[in-house]
């Protein structure tokens, strides 16, 4: 894992492009914690700050055997981070994390 500096705020992650980061380290429960029992300081830091998961997959299903799913906590769901997508390419997933899920577009 690798600091990176965003803002004032410190996070760690495998990687970061730009303002989102990759595989980041999360606060314990972060995907199963009522968004309404978090701490100030975990809303202030993860509120609205989207990031990727890569995940190793079968190549017969994602071509490269790797995909990446984009998350935000931003109330989607009321207990933990919203799924924007998954995608086969970093570029799309960077796209979706930069420009907002699908279905805000819409």
């Known amino acids: 894992m690798k600091t990176f500096v965003i803002g004032k705020t410190k996070f760690l992650a495998e990687n970061r492009f730009g303002n989102v980061l ?32 890569l995940e190793i997959e079968d190549p017969e299903q994602w071509p490269d055997g790797v995909f990446y799913r984009v998350y935000c906590l931003d109330g989607g769901a009321w207990d933990r981070p919203t799924l924007w997508g998954r995608f086969e ?18």
Do not use: M, V
Not at 31 to 44: F, P, V, Y
């Open 22 to 53: 990759i595989d980041p380290e999360l606060p314990e429960n972060f995907g199963c914690t009522d968004n309404q029992k978090r701490s100030a300081e975990q809303l202030d830091k993860w509120w609205g700050r989207p990031y990727l998961e």
């Open 89 to 106: 390419s970093l570029h799309e997933a960077l796209q979706c994390a930069e420009g907002g899920p699908a279905r805000r577009k819409s």
